[in-house]
């Protein structure tokens, strides 16, 4: 089965290069990019559109692999049946409705900072947030090279994506996940406390910790991460 790889929020494909590398399935993945990111196109005005030019991206793909935002995507994509499987690394089903306003705000203050204080500024706090801090082990001249490479995205598309794709704007898929769970497989940083603990609570076909890693395994644990989408794939082809 084919897979197709999808980079978080600030992310691009050349985020899962590492992983290819590593790669223990017998056909190569696409990494495709999301809406708002380098050669992802324009956001769009919903969360529903974008994840169809998203499940565009991926035809002929029968795995859809996400990391975070990327997680989030595809778990869209297989719970309104543009996909047929998915493995979720690091995923937020969503929120409560009654939460959804307190979200809102907590992007819009995100976008504002893009629009306001600029790229650089807004790089500099998005790594230095307490779910990312488990980086400061990986090698600095790969965390320079990612640090590089968010430097070449546009504020604006990144803004829009935060209010379009944020969780805030995402629909809650916590109540439709056990009519797929035979479709998914989850992943977590071992080290990634909150993430590990949603894994944990939702119905899935299978679920890997990656040991030495923090929520973001792309990055700091590639190789592992590679075997462990490997084994995530052939329990659902199962």
Known sequence: MRCALIHGFTGDPANWDEVVDHWGLSQEPIAISLPGHRAGGPVLESWDTNIATVAHACV???????????????LGLVATGRAAFGVLIGVNPGIADAERADRREFDAKWARMLREEGLETFIAAWERQPLFATQAKVDAARRAERHARRQQLDPEQLAQSLEQMGLGAMPDYWSVIPAHRDRIALVAGADDAKYTAIAQGLPAKHFESIQDSGHDPTLEQPERLAAAIARCVRVLAE
């Open 60 to 74: 002929g793909c029968d795995i859809v692999v996400g990391y975070s935002l990327g997680a989030r995507v595809a």
